[in-house]
């Protein structure tokens, strides 16, 4: 039975001047696992992250974070989130080592420079401690924020669009830096505009329109109720029509009969199967296709369908 | 609801470590320039001010002390929380179990202290130019706490006030630092014509200036209670404001 680590109900935003940022947000997290929060810019990502951890007062719903109301019982719940923000935000004049233990003071945890130490060194930043942090490059001062958001251990980790603008690389080692935090017990929650790093990353996927949720459930499940297969039968002498024996499947011709074209399936291997029986059919029947394009739509397809669809609801 | 000492300690280090890697140039300003006040205005005018019997040098130094603290103060202050503001940093103050409190302690209590060694420094340079005793030292030492702990709070609210680093100069250029040279910084008030001395009654820094005068000489222009309640009541004041800013999060939280 998943345990929920943090209860999102109702959550409203209205900012000044009217914007409705979040409309209604419910969302559960459950402890330990990796929930990515997919969405186009404006979607109401930050500003759902921004009222967890303090930097955006709510105009409505309720947080309970561990159980706990958060409007009430900030000062104990925050000891155990940690943020990592979008921008590169700290004093570039100081040195990696006390930014870092100046967070974990902040959060009011002893003094451990061993811990810091583990830290700095999970992040390849153990030779980097004493340097200025304006003297180090993008992706290094990126892994400064995650150390200085990882020095008091928490237990809850928001990561807002941890790998925006970072080279392939280095957004590769932030993904095994998360799978590290997972095997730690770290709660997960990150925002991406990266398909593919939601893909990579996460158990569960939400997706977040006009401050609507649209959409939360496991990856797996998602790509089987949404996941489409799409193949493409080309031949060289057109169709006059569909032969009767493929009308029980979802095809249709185009380019004047030379094309072919199946759409559906279901994301678990159906689709597949029913492209080997439509090829296997055209055989039995004599009609020769002169090419077979297949794809799977991807995680991509059905955020984008989503948002082309705003009306689908969770 | 705990108080996070750990969370006060550690934003008053960071504010210290950050005021004290431009010690050179924050220390050096004050001391030349007070030394150049003394120099040149007790050259200047210290032959024609009647003081009663007091040195002109002596009577200045309250004054230099004051100018030096409401500026500092203030500025370091503002400084130190809009810098966060300016870079994002801010992020992570807003997210920490800190609250206004622990916010206070960090940000003000540093500003305070480095002005409070900014003051010790100034005294120790005076005393190299000028001969000047402390009538009532621990009075004196109390009622600089309590201005270097007020004008910290007030440069707090311009910090979180500014969205520019204009506004941030605003007050303490264009208010602080013509009401300390009108405030009796140079000359006690007795010494102006009848109607500019009612007019100088309305400036606040007028009785900053008494006050701290009265600990040094054990005489001023006002009783010493005035100035200390005058002092403490603008310490409630900024500390209810800056409680209200808290509460509903005006510049800090959209």
Known sequence: MPEPILDIRGLEKTYKGGVKALDGVDLTINRGEIFALLGPNGAGKTTLIGSVCGMVRPTGGVIEVFGKNLATQWKTLRRDIGLVPQELSFDMFDKVIRQVRYSRGMFGCAPDDARIEEVLRSLS???????????????????????????HDPQLLFLDEPTAGVDVELRRDMWRQIDMLRERGVTIILTTHYIEEAEEMADRVGVINNGRILLVDNKDAIMAKLGRTEAHFTFDAPLADIPASLSAFPVHLEEGGTCLIYRGGDGTGKGKREVAEIAQILAREGIVFAGLDTRESTLEDIFVDLLNEPEVSA | MTFNARGAFAIFKNELMRMFRTIFGSILSPVITTSLYLVVFGAAMGERMDLGGVDYGAFIVPGLLMLTLLSESTSNASFGIYMPKFT?????????????????????GAAAVKSLILAA??????????????????????????????????????????????????????????????????????????????????????????????????????????????????????????????????????
């Open chain 1, 125 to 151: 930043l153990w030779d980097k401690r004493n340097s200025q942090i304006r003297a180090l490059s993008g992706g290094m001062k990126r892994r400064v924020m995650i150390a200085k958001a990882l020095a």
């Open chain 2, 121 to 254: 420094i100034i005294l120790g340079t005076a005393s190299l130019i000028v001969d000047y005793s402390i009538a009532y030292p621990l009075l004196a030492l109390g009622y600089i706490v309590l201005v270097a702990a007020s004008f910290s709070l007030l440069g707090f609210i311009i910090g979180l006030w500014a969205d520019g680093f204009e506004k941030l100069q605003i007050i303490p250029l264009l208010v602080l630092m013509p009401l300390t040279f009108l405030g009796g910084t140079f000359y006690p008030i007795s010494a102006l014509d009848g109607v500019w001395q009612t007019v100088a009654m309305i400036n606040p820094v007028v009785y900053l200036v008494s006050g701290l005068r009265w600990t040094f000489l054990g005489q001023s222009d006002f009783p010493i209670w005035v100035s200390f309640g005058a002092t403490v009541a603008f310490l409630l004041i900024c500390i209810a404001i800056i409680g209200w800013i808290f509460k509903t999060g005006w510049r800090l939280r959209e």
């Open chain 2, 88 to 108: 994002g940093a801010i992020y992570e103050l807003l997210s920490a179990p800190v609250g206004v409190a622990e916010t206070l302690i960090g940000f003000v």
